[in-house]
């Protein structure tokens, strides 16, 4: 059995859709970030980086437990346990593993500043907003050309690269992006969305989401951003 912590942020739905499509049994422990549960003693005895998801699984290797943060390492950890969605051959596993990386440090960290400045700061800044515009364009650019030659961003099967990056493509609006300027994107995007596991995974948590969607508070704000973010602990 695994326990999952998370809440339904892009990064958060990375485990939930990768649970749903190995079919792995797992027990939901739900982190509201926005309430402060990331500092939580017991969670931070698991992820000292006071971030969702982590995962502990009862049955790691050696049959021990094995916690588990960072979404990156769930989901190879995931994939090489159950042996899917991560190709074996060296060739494929690799490309596999690039694209994989490319979500972890481009569009995560350049759409999450996106939305950061474009949705939750009380003031808005021209120069960020603008930056981080043209580099999510600049990404969705990318990944169409790859789309235009390959169904997904590995190649010809589904993969962890996938489920990575399709999360962080919900919810555009927020961030003043469409996704009808890219087809090939539109045409992964909606495939990826149609598959079964994906949409279990998508409404795990889901009545939770409209407090993402809301304007935070400024409690929020400093539980996310502020002072509670820096506290020493």
């Keep these: 059995m695994i326990d999952l912590y998370a809440w339904p942020t892009p990064n958060g739905r990375k485990a939930f859709l990768m649970l749903e499509e190995t079919g792995l049994p ?3 422990h739900p982190v509201d970030i926005r309430a402060g549960d990331q500092f939580d003693p017991e969670f931070l005895r698991i992820n000292p980086n006071n971030k969702i ?3 502990v699984d009862h049955d790691g290797p050696g049959g021990r437990p094995l916690a588990l943060f960072e979404s990156g390492a769930i989901l190879i950890y995931l994939a090489e346990k159950t042996g899917q969605f991560l190709p074996t051959e060296p060739g494929a596993r690799y490309v596999t593993l690039q694209w994989l ?7 995560g960290p350049m759409f999450g500043q996106l ?18 515009t043209k ?6 650019r ?5 789309l235009s030659d390959t169904p997904y961003l590995a ?5 962890i690269a996938d489920i990575a990056t399709f999360p962080w493509l919900i919810n555009n609006a927020k961030r003043g992006l469409t ?15 149609a598959r079964p596991a994906v949409q279990r995974g998508l409404n795990v948590l889901a009545e939770k989401r409209v407090q993402l969607e809301r304007t935070p508070t400024d409690a929020e704000r400093d539980v996310m951003f502020g002072h509670a973010q820096y506290q020493v602990r």
């Design 26 to 28: 797992y027990t939901l």
């Design 53 to 55: 998801p982590a995962i």
């Design 101 to 107: 990386m490319f979500q972890m440090s481009g569009i």
């Design 115 to 132: 939305s950061h400045f474009r949705a939750y700061t009380k003031k808005k800044i021209a120069y960020c907003i603008d930056r981080y």
């Design 135 to 140: 580099e999510a364009t600049r990404l969705l």
């Design 142 to 146: 990318i990944i169409d050309r790859r």
């Design 155 to 159: 190649g010809a099967e589904y993969t």
């Design 179 to 193: 996704l009808h300027a890219y087809p090939h994107v539109s045409r992964w995007y909606d495939a990826v969305g």
